[in-house]
């Protein structure tokens, strides 16, 4: 009877390292059987637990004492050679992505294309090479949420702003918009070895609130907090102390625009002819105020205004007032 003796501590470590993380199957299944036949185990228990034969037993046997650590594992060349090549196995896997449910009809276009037949064991082996499993399949939306709102909101967006330029309605976008001491940092034509360095000074950012149209016309407010739900509620019900003909504010849905506190003021707004119409998530080019936010930080103040906080507020006030007037966008 066979047995492995006298192997060294370092070995037996290495060994047992092999049979629990090596990826290869057989190279597990011979490092577990030179263990347990250092453990004693006889060659017919061995043959019942790895389900092969007396011969097979042996050969790992002998593999392990001619070449040791390389004996586990097979030698290139060994083994039925695939049946298909690599970008062959590329395209069952498109072939498969197909018709997920249908094997057979893999079969058939193989077999059409290539001219050989192939089993559905060995494609169901090529997939799995790409982490293809056979599972329940879903059921979902066909579109994320987003591009269904983006696909109901666009043509009402389209139709709001048909009755504006009717005269029908006075459509406003809403947004807030932040200035701190630290200045935007804006391009401007500098000399090469001389670049315009801008101060940075520590103070509190300079909020504005505001509704605009297409026409330039302008409603704000200032503040030196941060703005929060209330301070929405209380800008908008003073606006709508002004506005003269039914009027509708376009908001994102960010979350002080809606919160249970808005939300209780919807109703009410309505009575006085002002509708809030929010925004599809995740689409900022379709709120215009955007744009002059990035006009007023990026082309209309100067440099000059963030000296301090008391020029950067009196340069903001002025192109704020000056907006429809001496600071003009086109929107058309």
């Not at 997920?100 to 009809?105: H, I, Q, V």
């Not at 009575?271 to 929010?278: A, H």
Request: proline share 2%.
């Amino acid at each position: 009877m066979k047995f492995i003796c006298d192997l060294s501590w370092d070995t037996k470590k290495m060994l047992e390292r092999i049979y629990k993380q090596s990826k290869h199957h057989q190279t597990r299944q011979r490092a577990k059987c030179l263990l347990l036949s250092l453990k004693g185990t006889p060659i017919k228990e061995l043959m019942k637990i790895f389900e092969v034969t007396r011969k097979t037993i042996y050969n790992w046997f002998s593999s392990w004492e001619e070449n040791k650590l390389l004996g586990l594992y097979d030698r290139a060349g060994r083994g039925r050679k695939p049946k298909l090549t690599k970008e062959q196995e590329k395209q069952v896997k498109e072939w498969v992505k197909e018709d997920p449910k249908n094997l057979k009809n893999v079969q058939i276009k193989i077999e059409k294309e290539w001219d050989y037949k192939i089993s559905k064991d060995t494609i169901k082996r090529t997939i799995k090479k790409f982490d293809m499993r056979w599972k329940r399949m879903k059921r979902g939306l066909s579109k994320s949420a987003a591009a269904w709102e983006l696909e109901v909101k666009l043509p009402k967006i389209k139709e709001l702003k048909e009755q504006d330029e009717k005269g029908e309605i006075d459509l406003r976008y809403f947004d807030e918009a932040g200035w701190g001491m630290r200045a935007c940092i804006p391009y401007g034509w500098q000399e090469k070895d001389e670049p315009v360095i801008l101060k940075d000074v520590e103070g509190k950012r300079i909020n504005v609130i505001g509704v605009m149209n297409v026409r330039n016309e302008l409603y704000y407010e200032q503040h030196e907090k941060n703005i929060n739900s209330e301070m929405i509620i209380s800008f908008i019900d003073k606006f709508s102390e002004k506005i003269e003909k039914k009027t509708v504010l376009l908001m994102d849905q960010a979350t002080i625009h809606t919160s249970d506190k808005i939300m209780e003021k919807i109703e009410e707004w309505k009575e006085k002819n002002l509708e809030i119409f929010w925004l599809p998530a995740y689409s900022p080019k379709l709120n215009l105020i955007e744009i002059l936010w990035k006009f007023i930080k990026y082309e209309w103040v100067e440099v000059s205004a963030y000296e301090s906080k008391k020029s950067l507020r009196n340069y903001l006030t002025k192109v704020l007032e000056g907006f429809g007037t001496e600071y003009v966008i086109n929107f058309a």
